[in-house]
């Protein structure tokens, strides 16, 4: 054993991760674990996790589909319930936001400023869906007839919900915290490099009061035992964040059981600087859009379309400001950007700086893997601009989800509205400009589930998360995230007690019968 400190706070690792089933934390069935390295210092084992075997992952489902049928505890009924343990999960983690940032930061290479906002943004979810817990109303509908239709909500069932490594609790909480407030129960398989971060979101649940068996944690692969959860016959929903490729494959393996699924993948997103925009608002805007988390972000700004007249503005100053960032230690203060998450994304990141540099595409800022001190241990990738790229290319069509922009020049608003939408993505855009009219009617033709004006990667909790196209299915966050884990039921009601119903007798002579 060895520790690892950052102010008052000291870790003892490697940290053992167990599975979280009927409200235990136990081992493996089968006995089998893997590691996760720390990829600042990729030479340091921070953690080793049980991996669930089938037996498992059925012990798993089968708990949460008994809560869930029975409604035991009153789970599915009691929203009062579920109101108060969501909103004692909150408290438990906004309190201890300080030290679990420190988790997050060690296992994900978050900056440890980061972290603690993410910590405190996964908090602020739970605290939302606390909220709407006691308000999934119905509705009822008056016919003309005097008979009465009845619209009612209910808990989708069982959900199998997945989430990625990237915005390890954020991601979990808009799926976990929704799910509860409908009344649902959950098998959860968290990313395997961010087993540490789950563990604190289950520790915070069961500390809050959760039941038994209504939130069940499992680790392991996704070609096993995340493929194994998503075909499961007893799982009622699916939701899914990830890459696209594998967002297609959970597509396919749910249409065997018509299961319902909520997909957030892949994003190309664009920021489009006009010729009237405030130049220094954008560079600020692009560089924490772009770059934050190292750029391992679905929504990050990828491609920045650029006026033709304020192109070697932008970009002389976006670089200039980019090139100063600090990328260091994730637990040091002072770091702006960590490492990439693991070794093979770091080999994916810089064989795309290759294509580019290869393709003959202007460096602006050339950066890429960096050596010497603790560089030399972790999965350091600075910053790398490339300029003039061609709209058509690789480099400005395939998500990479590191820190690498394209720059592409436009003449109109006209080009670019088209090239921003010509990717199979449509996550998120950015616009800059000074100009109201321009900026709403520009997104409106835009094909994102997410533009912003003036601004980059802000997602308040009440607003709502998801894309067009390839970028996924169905809405997190806001009263859509909600919605997503609701069945919507009718009953109709007859209230004249007649045996004269006019629908009868257009089937069957009633009257001879």
């Not at 939302?128 to 909500?153: E, Q, R, T």
């Not at 595409?361 to 350091?380: N, Q, R, T």
Request: aromatic share 8%; proline share 4%; charged share 25%.
């Amino acid at each position: 054993m060895s520790t690892v400190s950052y102010g008052k706070f000291t870790i003892e690792i490697p940290v053992r991760v167990k599975l979280f089933i009927d409200g235990e934390e136990v081992s493996s069935s089968k006995g089998k674990t893997f590691t996760r390295e720390n990829p600042a210092q990729f030479d340091q084992t921070i953690a080793i996790i049980e991996e669930a075997s089938t037996d498992d992952l059925n012990r798993a489902v089968d708990l949460a589909r008994e809560v869930f049928d029975k409604d035991k505890y009153g789970w599915v009924t009691n929203y009062r319930q579920r109101l108060r343990i969501l909103y004692k999960t909150a408290e438990i983690l906004r309190e201890d936001a300080d030290r679990i940032a420190v988790i997050v930061a060690l296992e994900n290479g978050m900056p440890i400023r980061q972290a603690k906002a993410h910590v405190l943004a996964a908090a602020e979810v739970f605290e939302f869906y606390a909220g709407l817990a006691d308000k999934v109303y119905g509705d009822s509908i008056v016919l003309s007839n005097g008979n009465v239709s009845l619209i009612f909500k209910e808990p989708v069932g069982v959900v199998a919900a997945v989430s990625p490594w990237n915005f390890p609790m954020t991601q979990a909480a808009r799926k976990i915290a929704p799910a509860l407030a409908a009344g649902c129960t959950v098998v959860w398989k968290p990313a395997s490099y961010t087993p540490m971060s789950a563990m604190e979101i289950y520790r915070a649940l069961a500390k809050a009061g959760l039941p038994k068996g209504v939130v069940n944690v499992i680790y392991g692969p996704g070609a096993t035992v995340g493929n194994e959860l998503v075909r499961h016959p007893r799982i009622d929903y699916v939701s899914f964040t990830g890459e696209t490729t594998t967002g297609k494959l959970i597509m396919q393996q749910a249409a065997a059981g018509i299961k319902r699924i909520g997909l957030e993948l892949g994003g190309k997103n664009p920021g489009i600087v006009f010729d009237d925009a405030n130049i220094e608002e954008a560079v600020r805007a692009i560089v924490f859009g772009g770059l934050r988390n190292t750029g391992q972000a679905c929504g990050a700004i990828s491609r920045v379309l650029v006026h033709e007249s304020v192109h070697e503005k932008l970009v002389n100053r976006l670089a200039e400001v980019a090139k100063g960032l600090v990328i260091g230690y994730p637990l040091d203060d002072n770091t702006d950007m960590g490492p990439l998450v693991s070794k093979a994304q770091e080999e994916k990141v810089l064989g795309y700086i290759d294509f580019g540099k290869k393709a003959g595409f202007k460096v602006a800022l050339d950066g890429g893997k960096l050596s010497g001190g603790i560089y030399d241990k972790g999965y350091f990738v600075s910053p790398v601009i490339f300029d003039d790229v061609d709209p058509k290319s690789r480099l400005a069509q395939e998500e990479i989800f590191g820190p690498v922009i394209a720059v592409i020049p436009f003449k109109t608003e006209q080009e670019a509205i088209e090239i921003a939408n010509n990717v199979i993505y449509g996550l998120t855009a950015s616009i800059f400009t000074k100009d109201p009219a321009k900026a709403l009617r520009v997104a409106r033709k835009l094909q994102a589930g997410t533009v912003w004006i003036n601004d980059a990667y802000t997602q308040p909790t009440e607003g709502i998360w998801g894309g067009y196209k390839q970028s996924g299915i169905g809405r997190e966050l806001g009263l859509y995230g909600l919605e997503e884990f609701l069945e919507i039921k009718q009953v109709y009601v007859d209230t004249t007690g007649s045996l004269d119903r006019p629908h009868w007798r257009t089937v069957m002579k009633i009257d001879k019968l």
